[in-house]
């Protein structure tokens, strides 16, 4: 008995190794072979033998145990752990995957969890492009979301999508992203005009020109993109970023006349109704103050920003405020709550319970109504190449915030476009003196407001 328990140590400790081997390029044919070699020598795995497909065993991160541990839940092989990927775990983030491995399986270390999870959605993936299509998994295809992303200039946005949702495991093969085309803007024409140099060089000149181009490009940008496949789309900024904050601050400044506001609205309202594509089904808020911001700007030195001053970047800040927190910026007037009912069918994860509102007000666009927002801060300064686990933690409310909203999105409604979690919420009312004033409650005072979280005092009102 000592002998076997012996070889079944000696053989965990090799197999161990030999993961790494694997990872390291030993082919896999081979690693079967030696695997297999050492299992009938050794009795298998703590002397008895492991039922299953040896083919379980190619699959970077299944070790002895782990292939105990897979058996046991009834995973004979790989033709059956890739059928729990299409079912379960497709279009969505990998991380749900790992997780199931841990948490199911009993798989105990991430990076075993990760490698399987890697290997069955590359094999699945690879089988779809050799058959053309699968009729499976097609219907998951159909329920791809859109997220665009807002922020101040310099607040982020470009490391945001590159070093966030392209290096991590739980955004990676969800979604596809959509940068500002700021090259378009930057060379137009077969005389390469760069009408975003032109408009900070003389905004008062090009102000309407510029916008009005950065909204043929959004609808450009929006069509050659609507083929994806990814189950999350995610687009730099917005045609209503664009009509709420940048077009409202050349025209507040002035540098788009009266006649030039009036033409730009009149075909806004038409052209987006006819284009359901331009409307997303939410939207991602980088917060960072007006400070911050002005000095990224000045250390990443982009040409045609050179003119761009701190005031302008305050001035954007609090445009973008009032536009998603008017409660907060002093646009007085009527708001609903936010908050999302405690029975609700589909609750937030933890990690975005307090980073999620709905975009409301009389000023807001009907098309965006009620359309939900994930709020992230951008404010620290953080090395994104460094600092994983912060990497990550940003990812996971991204992905945690997408599977909010598709459960959203396929959740019954009395009406189209009407979220049913806040439809019967009561108002609050925002005084002109300050505070917070709800029926049925006493004032609120400004100064305890500020001193609070916004939404703990919703949570004082609905006690």
């Known amino acids: 008995m000592a002998r076997n328990s012996d070889k079944g140590s000696e053989f965990a400790v090799t197999e161990a190794k030999e993961v790494d081997n694997l990872e390291n390029g030993e082919g896999v044919e081979e690693r079967q072979v030696r695997v297999q070699r050492r299992q009938r020598n050794s ?15 190619t699959i970077p991160g299944v070790g002895p145990r782990n292939l105990r541990k897979l058996v046991e839940k009834g995973f004979d092989g790989v033709a059956q752990l890739k059928q729990l990927y299409k079912e379960k775990f497709f279009g969505k983030s990998s991380q749900k995957m790992v997780e199931f491995l841990q948490s199911s399986v009993g798989i105990i270390h991430r990076n075993h969890a990760e490698s399987i999870t890697t ?83 003389e905004p008062e000149r090009y102000a309407y020109t510029f916008q009005n181009y950065v909204f043929v490009t959004r609808v450009m940008q929006e069509r050659e993109s609507s083929g994806g496949i990814k189950p999350l789309r995610l687009m730099e900024r917005s045609v209503f970023s664009d009509r709420m904050v940048f077009v409202r601050a050349v025209h507040e400044a002035k540098w788009m006349n009266e006649m030039e506001i009036s033409i730009y609205d009149s075909w806004f309202d038409p052209v987006v109704s006819s284009l359901p594509g331009l409307i997303p089904d939410g939207f991602i808020y980088l917060r960072a103050s007006p400070d911050t911001c002005h000095k990224r700007m000045m250390l990443r030195k982009r040409e045609e920003e050179g003119g761009v001053s701190l005031e302008y970047l305050q001035d954007l800040h609090e445009k973008h405020e009032s536009w998603l927190f008017p409660f907060q910026s002093g646009n007085h007037g009527v708001l609903s709550v936010s908050k999302l009912p405690q029975d609700a069918d589909w609750s937030l994860h933890p990690y975005i319970r307090d980073r999620v509102f709905y975009l409301d007000g009389d000023h807001m666009h009907t098309s965006i109504q009620k359309v939900p927002a994930l709020v992230l801060d951008c404010e620290p300064d953080i090395d994104f190449s460094r600092d994983i686990e912060a990497k990550q933690q940003y990812a996971r409310q991204v992905a945690e915030f997408f599977e909010f909203v598709k459960k959203m999105k396929e959740a019954p409604s009395s009406k189209v476009g009407e979220n049913p979690a806040i439809s019967n919420q009561p108002r609050v009312f925002l005084p002109h003196e300050g505070g917070l004033l709800m029926p049925g409650t006493q004032h609120f005072p400004e100064s305890a407001l500020k001193s609070l979280d916004f939404r703990r005092a919703m949570s004082y009102f609905s006690q």
């Open 43 to 57: 009795g298998g795995v703590g002397g008895g033998a492991v039922v299953g497909s040896p083919d379980l065993l």
């Open 119 to 201: 290997f069955i959605k590359d094999s699945v993936d690879e089988e779809l492009k050799d058959n053309g299509s699968d009729s499976d998994i097609k219907p998951a295809q159909k329920k791809r979301l859109t997220f665009c992303v807002e922020g101040n200039i310099s607040v982020g946005k470009t490391t945001f999508l590159q070093r966030i949702a392209n290096e991590t495991l739980e955004l990676r093969d969800l979604v596809e992203i959509v940068p500002e085309p700021i090259d378009k803007w930057q060379n137009v024409g077969p005389d390469h005009f760069n009408i975003l140099d032109a408009f900070y060089a």
